[in-house]
């Protein structure tokens, strides 16, 4: 059995080789999480560690900018980040519904993550995308005009690319 860093070597080394590719590291703590996340997928406490002695600064600043920013997260998220917009247009058109049927298809609540971490599912408040209400976003990817009857169908999509690797 192998500990966090020795079972994520290639990981951490992908991280030190964008920490060491920066012309300063002073100001640089936000970027290098937004990267740490991209890479790991969530920022566990031996990744925040692992940061501020690359940064040279304290363990209590980089959990304090993690736990600060709701976008950075410590706890394991699914492959497929699956945002619904709950703000007031896309509410009005029907997005409370369409988030009660990804959390039934999915058998988790928002804000939770499938036993398999394949799908993580969150409600936001606004994508600035109210044209398109009620919206929803896969890992960057925007769905417009989002009806119950699509949930099957966008799921079905990053099950069938899952079964494709």
């Given at each position: 059995?192998?500990?966090?860093?020795?079972?994520?070597?290639?990981?951490?080394?992908?991280?030190?080789?964008?920490?060491?590719?920066?012309?300063?590291?002073?100001?640089?703590?936000?970027?290098?999480?937004?990267?740490?996340?991209?890479?790991?997928?969530?920022?566990?406490?031996?990744?925040?560690?692992?940061?501020?002695?690359?940064?040279?600064?304290?363990?209590?600043?980089?959990?304090?900018?993690?736990?600060?920013?709701?976008?950075?997260?410590?706890?394991?998220?699914?492959?497929?980040?699956?945002?619904?917009?709950?703000?007031?247009?896309?509410?009005?058109?029907?997005?409370?519904?369409?988030?009660?049927?990804?959390?039934?298809?999915?058998?988790?609540?928002?804000?939770?993550?499938t036993?398999?971490?394949?799908?993580?599912?969150e409600?936001?408040?606004?994508?600035?995308?109210?044209?398109?209400?009620?919206?929803?976003?896969?890992?960057?990817?925007?769905?417009?005009?989002?009806?119950?009857?699509?949930?099957?169908?966008?799921?079905?999509?990053?099950r069938?690319?899952?079964?494709?690797?």
């Open positions: 059995m192998c500990d966090f860093f020795s079972c994520n070597k290639a990981l951490f080394d992908e991280l030190d080789l964008f920490i060491d590719s920066l012309e300063s590291k002073n100001g640089a703590l936000i970027q290098v999480l937004h990267r740490a996340q991209d890479i790991f997928g969530y920022l566990p406490k031996e990744v925040q560690l692992h940061i501020s002695k690359k940064l040279d600064i304290s363990p209590a600043k980089v959990y304090g900018v993690v736990s600060f920013y709701s976008y950075f997260t410590t706890e394991p998220r699914g492959k497929y980040k699956i945002s619904v917009c709950l703000g007031t247009v896309c509410f009005v058109k029907g997005s409370d519904k369409v988030l009660a049927e990804f959390e039934k298809q999915l058998g988790i609540k928002a804000g939770e993550t036993k398999d971490y394949t799908f993580s599912l409600g936001l408040r606004c994508v600035g995308a109210c044209g398109l209400a009620p919206v929803v976003v896969v890992n960057g990817k925007v769905y417009g005009h989002v009806d119950p009857g699509q949930v099957s169908a966008i799921l079905d999509h990053y069938e690319v899952e079964m494709s690797c």
